[in-house]
């Protein structure tokens, strides 16, 4: 089910460019001469209403202006400021450090009743030690050549993670069990994230399931890891970027695809001997 940056987010800037088609329409220019009022070449008119090139915050205010529609201009840079938070780009949410991109998500956690979280990779982030968090958050700062604040974010992905412990949420956790033998950081540190699984899982607004490799007749194959917010957000991790789907059709997909997942897994006492075993495995 791997999800395609042209989703909601294309589809959020095709609405952004059919509004500014519309209002040079409306206003009766031509390409060519909106882009002489705007002072651009009218190959960049072409390119923004065909979604093709993102307008800017100036874009849209000499396009409204050139149209003699100034009060439209703050609504569609909303709007396309929010097509562009659908599809982020992690070189650039990591430009300014992790550490500041944990902080970001807080919110966002607090305001959530229900979160559904599949990983079939790692730990899912409410879920990790720092240990186990500092070696996975050292190696993404690496790839992404981002200022390496590995200790920093960890000590802040941690200090987010307390959200699971307050009251007013329910938290679905999903895991592969190959996710139990990729060791990150050293044995102890890996001991020490498999030992808090332990325990986390048994917390009463936690549920904490592992779908075991043994699985004999799997109702749906591995998917990319992703997180659904209530039954208003999804949003998925791909290697370049992360994908914020809003559209009610594909949220729905997910939470199908999660469920199906969920009924494969196993819980309680049976995760907990799948933990232990891998706990084992590390001596």
Sequence with gaps: MSISPSSSAQAARENVARRLRDLRKNAGLTVT??????????????????ARTPPSPTDIRLWCRATGDTDEAPDLIAASQHADSLYREWRQQVRAGLAKLQDSAVELYR???????????LIPGLLQTEGYARALLGMSARFHGAPDDAAEAATARVRRSQVIHEPGHRFVFLIEEAVLYYQLGDAEAMA???????????????????????TRERVLWPQETFDVYDNTLASVELVSAEVNITQPSEIALYVKAFEQLRSMAVYGADARTLIVKAIDALS
């Design 33 to 50: 001469e909106l882009a002489d009022q705007c002072g651009w070449h009218h190959a960049k008119t072409s390119r923004i209403e065909n």
């Design 111 to 121: 305001s959530t009743e229900l979160l559904r979280v599949y990983s079939p990779v």
């Design 192 to 214: 020490a994230q498999l030992g808090y699984l332990l325990t986390a899982g048994a917390l009463p607004q936690v549920s904490f399931g592992i779908i075991p490799t043994a």
